[in-house]
Nanobody
């Protein structure tokens, strides 16, 4: 199993920045990809970004391209999401997830393990 713990959420004004962290533990050698998703009240969980654990290839949702950057530190088994130019519509609970399989990477059902989530609130 893989355990994931997110941190770094909080309240920020529009235009500000936050950096989320996700620390993985357990069978981290089995991870193929790490992803970030978010879910606002009354909406479905949506893809934000992913990074391949070994090669480092990344992908982003169109809504965050150019503003968010996903990165990793394999030595620390940690994935980061740097969020800049935040907008009120970015307000959501952000979840870190790990996938053990090769899939598209943009669908929540493709991920095997999830963190507990961290709240990000952007005020206007």
């Amino acid at each position: 199993q893989v355990q994931l713990v997110e941190s770094g959420g909080g309240l920020v004004q529009a235009g500000g920045s936050l950096r989320l962290s996700c620390a993985a533990s357990g069978r981290t050698f089995s991870i193929y990809r790490m992803g970030w998703f978010r879910q606002a009240p009354g909406t479905e969980r949506e893809f934000v970004a992913f990074i391949n654990w070994s090669g480092g290839s990344t992908a982003y949702a169109d809504s965050v391209k150019g503003r968010f950057t996903i990165s990793k530190d394999n030595a620390r088994n940690t994935v980061y999401l740097q969020m800049n130019s935040l907008k009120p519509e970015d307000t959501a609970v952000f979840y870190c997830a790990s996938s053990l399989r090769i899939r598209s990477g943009t669908r929540a059902y493709e991920y095997d393990y999830w963190g507990q989530g961290t709240q990000v609130t952007v005020s206007s």
